[in-house]
């Protein structure tokens, strides 16, 4: 097989694409092939994947036994539109109800996270006849332009034009030297003024249940049961976005689940499809009854991509995945919290299951993306690929398909250890 490679691939990229789309590493390798939680590039060197395509390829890079079904699917009826009868849709959304927490049985399929999010927050303003919204900072909700006015990450926000009646309250995410609680207290308490200056305008927050982009910041565990409770003072609604959290990368099927309570709508897409365009807003018969006028997504839930999600649960549940993700994840913590001690520069572990940031700072506590982007490149060249986000860009990012090994965390920890030492020796 011949392959273009990176120089050309890149000179393709800067000649055809929009150059808003970046890509990492000084030294980029041409990805060729995945399998499970590895991938492989032009010339034969094999990575183990530690951001799994962000948080989509929870079951593994082409996995056989999701495929078979799909392509199955594939060969026998591709695609029609919702407005004729297909059995894989509405079989997904029966076996959806059964996998969503609490009382979230119906669901409404699209494309993509954004998509998702957008059908939510149109589904909270019929509800609820209001037309505010809040998001929150360090919050990403998507690309389209109302999802982007919610996104409180500015890198993420591409033009500062935001929706009329959109809010951008204060994030949970610690200040240098804040509390998870006072966090949690300086947060709510913007939620709340958002609220009170706007007292029968609001129909919806948005956030979630961990900022992923904006550096796998998780909030204080009373966080949710506050918010849902200030909430209802104000007949808003509580949108939780489990884009990047969902389908067992927590150690729950949903990360909303280890705060104890049921949202009123849930976004998900990402590892739904497990490397297959789909998302869906799902929420409770209640709320789904005033959601009556037409809507349709084209290529939402169609039989191939239903199928597909079909097949992403069933493994997701035959192989105990996450289960794996709670184990590993506590693991993967430990041992990272461990180079904490060993190597300044990291300034803060934090995560649930298998989505775990490390912060890296300067000796002066300063943000140090460049000190990211350096260890990047050599867990690259080690056979290692590591994600990162971060406000600042300088949180890395381990969110591995929930089908990695011990092993395979344990050979990537030894790599980062010598990243680290490399990086102390700079
Ligand atoms: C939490 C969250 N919400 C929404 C989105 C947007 O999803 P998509 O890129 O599928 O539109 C993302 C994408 O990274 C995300 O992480």
């Known amino acids: 097989m011949s392959y273009l490679g990176p120089q050309t691939i890149i000179e393709k990229k800067r000649q055809f694409l ?13 990805l060729v092939r995945g ?22 390829m929870n079951c593994g890079h082409s996995n056989p036994e999701i495929l078979h079904t799909t392509l199955k699917q594939m060969e026998i009826l591709q695609h029609t539109t919702t407005i004729y009868l297909t059995e894989p849709i509405v079989d997904l959304g029966e076996r959806l109800a059964d996998y969503l927490p609490g009382n979230l049985t119906r669901s409404f399929f699209c494309m993509s996270g954004s998509e998702a999010n957008e059908g939510a927050l149109l589904l909270a303003k019929k509800v609820t006849g209001k037309t505010g919204l809040i998001g929150l900072e ?21 033009m500062d034009d935001p929706s009329p009646n959109t809010f951008l309250a204060e994030g949970y995410a610690k200040h240098s030297n804040e509390t998870a609680e006072a966090a949690m207290e300086r947060s709510l308490a913007s939620i709340r003024s958002i609220l009170e200056a706007n007292p029968k305008g609001i129909a919806a927050v948005i956030c979630e249940p961990i900022q992923g982009n904006g550096g796998i910041q998780v909030p204080h565990v009373r966080y ?3 918010l ?3 909430l209802q003072e104000f007949d808003a609604l509580l949108i939780i976005d489990e884009v990047q959290t969902g389908y067992g990368r927590t150690g729950k099927n949903f990360a909303i689940e280890h705060f104890d309570i049921v949202p009123d709508i849930l976004t998900s ?11 869906a807003f799902s929420t ?55 180079l904490k001690e060993t190597y300044s520069i990291i300034s803060d572990v934090r995560g649930i299951g298998l989505m775990v940031g490390v912060e890296i700072r300067t000796p002066e506590g300063l943000p140090a993306p460049e000190a990211v982007d350096r260890i990047l490149e050599r ?31 344990l050979n990537m920890l030894d790599a980062l250890a010598s990243a680290l030492q490399e990086e102390r020796a700079e």
């Open 18 to 30: 929009l150059p808003c789309s970046y890509h990492f590493y000084q030294d980029p390798p041409q």
């Open 35 to 56: 399998s499970m939680q590895y991938l492989y590039d032009h010339t034969g060197k094999q990575y183990l994947d530690c951001f799994a395509g962000v948080s989509v």
């Open 138 to 158: 360090g919050g990403l909700s998507g690309r389209t332009h109302l999802t982007m006015s919610l996104t409180g990450i500015p890198m993420w926000r591409t």
């Open 224 to 226: 949710f049961k506050r």
């Open 228 to 230: 849902k409770a200030i």
């Open 269 to 279: 897409a990402k590892a739904l499809g497990n490397g297959v365009p789909i998302a």
């Open 284 to 338: 409770t018969d209640e709320i789904a009854a005033s959601f009556t006028s037409p809507s349709a997504s084209t290529l939402g839930g169609n039989p191939v991509s239903a199928a597909n999600s079909l097949a992403v649960l069933n493994y997701l549940e035959a192989h105990q995945c996450k289960e794996r993700a709670a184990n590993l994840g506590k693991l993967l913590l430990e041992k990272l919290t461990a």
């Open 379 to 409: 867990m690259k060249d080690a056979g290692f690929l590591i994600g990162k986000n971060g406000i600042d860009r300088n949180v890395l990012a381990f969110q591995p398909p929930l089908v990695v090994t011990k092993s395979d965390i």
